[in-house]
């Protein structure tokens, strides 16, 4: 398992921080914990200038709010000494809030895996460039974790445990049986003594790059005793989709430094990597190559919609070396980034 370096412009990216957003879904337990525990939630938006803030929370229409206020009741309470909030916000949470709103997915996954790949796309869908969840690929699970790179900067170490507990809660909400993580990497310094009480079977490290928990195959395997219940069979047949369509569905939820080998892939699917590859081949293409035009397309957007250099491209387009970015993008393009940035740039 190896330990990516953290992008630290985002940090200092005050632009980037005060146009996150988030979904109201993981706003509301947040809300509702400091409410309960007597925080001037309502007095502190309004000092925010966001009067409305808390009424489009709950709102059925509203699909992503500003982050900035979420971050400033988090800081209260960690000023307060409520070392516990993120924790309790998490647990309280669970039945109230963010499970039953996540039932649909749940009732329509075949398997975690599924589940968690309908999860990322779910909550990212209208979140920006900058993935909020995304899935990491290891040769005996997967890790599901916050963004790599554009991090969403909430409010430290209270936000980092109760992002982590709510992961492991929705988890446990799919398998409807008690769950938790035996590996959690959390980017915080370090974690209060709750925390590695509620997840003592865990091996928690911490002052990590990235905060994230580990699911296993096994567990990956697992289907929900909702989905049973809820799934009927279909008495019309189903168009099997393409090879090329099938992968490029499953590699929806991964992140691109991360991506995974076509036999983990595979394993993940249910199919044998070589019917993989023949199929693709079938289609007139690689595994390889759809990996490379995955980073293109998303290389793509960003040089559209950003003024990020060519550097910071490659970095969050999944490239650690600017040269190897360059020599897959202009395979692809048949111009270098620059020059396809430039071309794109400057058109009126």
Known sequence: MHDNAKYNKAEDNKAIQETTVVRPVF???????????????????????????????YQPHTLTMAAQPVRVVMALAEKQGLDTFGLDAALNAGANTLLPEM?????SSGNLYEFLSNFCQYTNKYLSLFNFFDLESEPNGVFLRRNHNFMTLLASDSMEVYTLTLLSKLIENYLQTPW??????????????????????????THKSVSKIFIEDKTLAKRSP??????VPSATPMATPSMRALVLMALQPFALDALPTIERLSKLLGL??????????????????????????HAEQLIRNTDFDIGTVALESGYTNSTHFIRAMKKVWGVTPLQFAKSIRNKP
């Not at 993580?181 to 003592?200: D, E, G």
């Open 27 to 57: 706003i509301k337990p947040i809300f509702e914990h400091a409410l309960a525990l007597g925080l001037p939630v309502k007095e502190i938006l309004r000092d925010e200038g966001g009067e409305e803030y808390y009424s489009l929370v």
């Open 103 to 107: 039932r649909p997915l749940v009732e």
């Open 180 to 205: 938790q993580p035996k590996i959690i990497w959390v980017s915080a310094q370090q974690v209060n003594a709750a925390f590695s009480t509620h997840f003592q079977s865990a091996h928690i490290f």
């Open 226 to 231: 909702l989905y049973l219940a809820k799934s």
């Open 272 to 297: 044998h990597p070589k019917k993989v590859q023949l199929k693709l081949a079938e289609e007139s293409c690689t595994y390889r190559q759809m990996l490379i035009e995955l980073k293109a397309e």
